[in-house]
C-alpha cells in the first residue's frame, strides 16, 4: 500500500516539475519573445565600428 501512494506521489511531482518546465520555457524562451535578424541587419551590426572612447 505504501508504494502505491510513494509511486504516485513520486508520478504527480514529476508531471508538475514537467508542467512548471514547459510553463516558464514558453514564458520566457518561447517564439513570441525572440528577435527576427535578417543577414542585412547582422551584416550591418558586424560591420559597423565599435564605439570610441
Known amino acids: 500500500?505504501?508504494?502505491k501512494?510513494?509511486?504516485r506521489e513520486l508520478t504527480l511531482a514529476f508531471v508538475l516539475k514537467?508542467?512548471?518546465?514547459f510553463l516558464l520555457y514558453f514564458s520566457?524562451?518561447?517564439p513570441s519573445h525572440r528577435l527576427h535578424?535578417?543577414?542585412?541587419?547582422m551584416a550591418?551590426?558586424?560591420t559597423r565600428s565599435p564605439p570610441s572612447r
Request: avoid cysteine.
Open 5 to 7: 501512494t510513494l509511486r
Open 28 to 30: 520566457f524562451f518561447g
Open 1 to 3: 500500500m505504501a508504494r
Open 44 to 46: 550591418a551590426a558586424l
Open 18 to 21: 514537467v508542467v512548471a518546465i
Open 37 to 41: 535578424v535578417t543577414p542585412a541587419d
